[in-house]
């Protein structure tokens, strides 16, 4: 099982805004990552750290941070934001341990 | 640009041994820590290990520790992974990953490879 809780599907109407959420004790103290895949594809980093965007990534994706929730914010949400959203962090057990939530699966309708 | 591309994927029965490889290009290797991350068929993703940029620091997941090696060749650019004693359940697309700054920052991935356990 994993240490960071994702809910499995969300979903947005398009050009609306969505909040995807990644708990788990360890975000008390790191911060969370998060991946973009779309089918057949192999994940994208879309914000890491505080709330940084590679280069590349549209500024309508943001991440924020509340005690042990991470969130993923899509503004505007596109047709092409339809993927999968991992989130991932260090685990919380010492061990330096690399952990991913189980993912989430977000629609645009 | 940067590229990681792996090879090495395929089918192999239980118990037995695959070694991946993933060529790395575009940037200065030997600066990065690099990581091998899978994904079951249908499934989520799944951290499996990662290594420093001199090697002098590896890590790996429960499920494969005491079965798994992670390795480097900075001269090669080519980053590896030895999995002995496979079973069923470590069947999956195993990507390479750059960490940007810190293991759990993977900036670029490869398209992966595939590894099939199965008798």
């Known amino acids: 099982s994993s240490e960071l809780t994702q809910d499995p599907a969300v979903s947005v109407a398009l050009g609306q805004t969505v909040r995807i959420t990644c708990q788990g004790d360890s975000l008390r103290s790191y911060y969370a990552s998060w991946y973009q895949q779309k089918p057949g594809q192999a994940p994208v980093l879309v914000i890491y750290?505080?709330?940084n965007r590679p280069s590349g990534i549209p500024d309508r994706f943001s991440g924020s941070s509340s005690g042990n929730t991470a969130s993923l914010t899509i503004t505007g949400a596109q047709a092409e934001d339809e993927a999968d959203y991992y989130c991932n962090s260090r685990d919380s057990s010492g061990n330096h341990h690399v952990v991913f939530g189980g993912g989430t699966k977000l629609t645009v309708l | 640009q940067v590229q990681l591309v792996e090879s090495g994927g395929g089918l192999v029965k239980p118990g037995g041994s695959l070694r991946l490889s993933c060529a790395a290009s575009g940037f200065t290797f030997s600066d990065y820590y690099m990581s091998w991350i899978r994904q079951a068929p249908g499934k989520g993703l799944e951290w499996v290990s990662y290594?420093?940029?001199?090697?002098?620091?590896?890590n790996y997941a429960d499920s494969v520790k005491g079965r798994f090696t992670i390795s480097r060749d900075n001269a090669k650019n080519s980053l590896y992974l030895q999995m002995n004693s496979l079973r069923a359940e470590d069947t999956a697309v195993y990507y390479c990953a750059r960490g940007n700054g810190v293991a759990t920052v993977s900036d670029y991935w490869g398209q992966g490879t595939l590894v099939t356990v199965s008798s």
């Open positions: 290594i420093s940029s001199s090697s002098s620091y590896t």
């Open positions: 750290g505080k709330n």
